[in-house]
Structures are given as structure tokens and as C-alpha cells.
């Protein structure tokens, strides 16, 4: 059974804090990385797709950082605002496979 | 706007009854996948499709069906068979089975939550 591992399950802060969650999965036959944010009442969004160990990806406060051979990925948001409160999912794609797979989420809560 | 349309948005089943939820995209993406989200549990694969009059089971595909006679929809309906079939449910698309090779996400619709009466 191939399973993806998020923690924390959940996470508040304060405005302003710098945090940071993990993505665990299995490090034999990966092929790609999938983070999303979910707020609530809306639709899953793309964050990152990361396919290369070592790869760091950036979107406005947003970046992540992946390592393939010990099975890892790092998503940090610095400065956290009210408006990235969400339901942050990853997603691992193994090898000759379609399928993602998923975690079951970190739900970040960032108080005024 | 392109996107993915999910609907109803909340839906009720009887006992014994079939219900089918609707899914349609206007991207132009060849697969589309249906989830079921369950509480503290990851997004789980019902069925997926990666083209028109194709589909095939994933990893929870008991108690439900699908179709796929347009491309640009994929309705799943929740059969009488299904046991416990109250959860969320996801739609997504991708432009085909493998569009992680060019480093494409799925998108997904807003979802629809099903509830027995």
C-alpha cells in the first residue's frame, strides 16, 4: 500500500508568521510531486508540479522544495496572510503509473 | 472562463436509489477522474477516463458506474449497491492520462456532497 504522509494535520498562526508543512511518500520509482491549496467552498488549485530531486519552485509567498531520495517535499509560506488560510494537498505520482495519489492535507489557519 | 462544472452542489439519495452527478469541462482535456473524499482521509480514485467511449476502475470503483460519450463529460452515478455512500465528491481533468510529463496538474470542479435521507 503506498502511502502519502502530511503533517501537521493542522497548523495556526499568526499574521505575519513565517510556517512551513511536509509532504512524506515513498522515495522507490517516484515520478512527480503535486502540491494544491483548497480553500474552502472552491475547487482544489495548483501550487507545483515537481518532477527533479532538488527542485525548488516559487509562486509569490509560496515555495516548495522536493527530495526524491529520502522521500520528502517541504511547502513554506512566509509572511502568512488571512487569505492563505486553506487545505494545502500533496500528491505523489509513481513511476509507469497515472494515479495520484493523496495525503490527507495540512489545514493552515492564519488569525488576523 | 475555462473550468470544470460540478453539479448539484449537494444532492440526497433514498435508500435504494441511483443517483448521477454531473460533471462537464470546457478544456479541451482528454482524461477526467472522479474522487470521493471521506473525513481525514486523502482524495480517493473512483474511476478515470483518458478519452471518449474509455474508462477504468480505480481504486474504489464498487457501487458506482460512469460514461464517457463526450469529451467533455464524465457523469457519475452512485448506485444502490454503494453502501455508504455519503462523502464529497471531486471531478478533474488533465490534458491526458500522463500530463505530469509536461508538468500539468489536474483542475478540479468545486465538488458535490452527497447525504442519505
Known amino acids: ?112 | 472562463d475555462g473550468g470544470i462544472t460540478q453539479s448539484p452542489k449537494y444532492l440526497f439519495r433514498k435508500e435504494g436509489q441511483n443517483v448521477t452527478l454531473s460533471c462537464e469541462q470546457n478544456l479541451n482535456h482528454d482524461a477526467m477522474y472522479w474522487y470521493r473524499q471521506d473525513p481525514g482521509q486523502g482524495l480517493r480514485l473512483i474511476y478515470y477516463s483518458q478519452i471518449v467511449n474509455d474508462f477504468q476502475k480505480g481504486d474504489i470503483a464498487e457501487g458506482y458506474s460512469v460514461s464517457r460519450e463526450k469529451k467533455e463529460s464524465f457523469p457519475l452515478t452512485v448506485t444502490s449497491a454503494q453502501k455508504n455512500p455519503t462523502a464529497f465528491y471531486l471531478c478533474a481533468s488533465s490534458i491526458d492520462l500522463r500530463g505530469y510529463l509536461r508538468n500539468q496538474p489536474q483542475h478540479f470542479g468545486d465538488g458535490t456532497r452527497l447525504s442519505i435521507l
Open chain 1, 1 to 112: 500500500i503506498l502511502n502519502v504522509e502530511q503533517s501537521p494535520q493542522s497548523l495556526h498562526v499568526q499574521e505575519g508568521d513565517s510556517t512551513n508543512f511536509t509532504c512524506s511518500f515513498p522515495s522507490s520509482n517516484f515520478y512527480a510531486l503535486h502540491w494544491y491549496r483548497w480553500e474552502t467552498a472552491k475547487s482544489p488549485e495548483a501550487l507545483f508540479v515537481m518532477t527533479l530531486n532538488g527542485d525548488e519552485k516559487k509562486k509569490g509567498r509560496i515555495s516548495a522544495t522536493l527530495n526524491t531520495k529520502e522521500g520528502y517535499s517541504y511547502l513554506y509560506i512566509k509572511g502568512s496572510q488571512p487569505e492563505d488560510s486553506a487545505t494545502y494537498l500533496c500528491a505523489f505520482i509513481m513511476d509507469s503509473s497515472y494515479k495520484l495519489i493523496f495525503g490527507s492535507g495540512t489545514r493552515l489557519l492564519v488569525r488576523p
